[in-house]
């Protein structure tokens, strides 16, 4: 018999200031060492370590080794979306200066979401996908057709192995920013992952926004009619 998902459990382990903090520096896909992460949470390397272990006792994080270092990712997608999704209801918090609000800003403008990409940006080019019948809705997911899969492949992406994960394919994940859906799954993985290699899109530092390169507004027109201003 299936027992019901310890939700309180889940909601405990989010909901200390601390570990929100370091979950959030992790929302970006990236792996990080458990002392960055402590500075990032304002706490000491011992407090750190933990809570870092509470979450990967819990299944949110991923612990690895890397010689005397300890880095921590997230343990999943699920674990990024599910973060995602509690930023689309939860209240507003008032911007105290202009360095957070021009931090919101580039958060607001391109992120990445986990491994895939989000923000308007990330909504636009999914609305392009929409529009030119590569991809169309089904459910909750994204169903790629014989001319978007021609496309996406001619671009670099892997469709056959995005299509042999695990994960989700071509998932619809609700954009806190936008209200709107953009493209995830392993597809959005694998789309993201060509757009960095291009050198269209690169991260700014000290977070998960990521600005658009002179290469990725030409680029994002020419290959899929989307007219970028880069206000970022």
């Known amino acids: 018999m299936m027992l019901s998902p310890d939700l309180k459990a889940i909601a405990s382990l989010i909901g200390d200031p601390s570990r929100l903090a370091m979950l959030l520096n992790l929302l970006g896909g990236k792996s990080l060492p458990a002392g960055e992460l402590a500075r990032s949470a304002r706490i000491s ?6 809570h870092l272990a509470k979450m990967v006792n819990g299944g949110l994080l991923i612990q ?30 008032p911007v105290r200066s202009l360095r957070e609000s021009n931090e919101v800003h580039a958060l607001q403008f391109a992120r990445t979401c986990y491994d895939h990409l989000a923000g308007k940006i990330g909504v636009a080019l999914t609305d392009r996908l929409l529009e030119m019948n590569f991809i169309k ?6 169903t790629l057709s ?29 954009d806190w920013s936008e209200r709107r859906c953009h493209l995830a799954g392993s ?46």
């Open 45 to 50: 390397p011992q407090t750190a370590s933990t």
């Open 64 to 93: 690895e080794s890397f010689g005397r270092h300890k880095y921590f990712r997230l343990a999943s997608s699920e674990v990024g979306h599910a973060l995602e999704a509690l930023h689309t209801i939860a209240p507003s918090r």
């Open 137 to 142: 809705k089904s459910g909750k997911e994204f």
């Open 146 to 174: 014989a001319a978007g899969k021609a496309k996406l492949q001619a671009f670099g992406v892997d469709v056959e192995k995005s299509k042999k994960s695990r994960r989700c394919f071509a998932c619809q994940c609700l």
């Open 187 to 232: 597809l959005g993985a694998s789309l993201t992952r060509c757009l960095f290699e291009l050198k269209w899109i690169e991260r700014l530092p000290n977070g998960r926004a990521v600005r658009i390169t002179d290469a990725g507004i030409k680029g994002l027109f020419e290959e899929f009619g989307l007219s970028v201003i880069a206000e970022q």
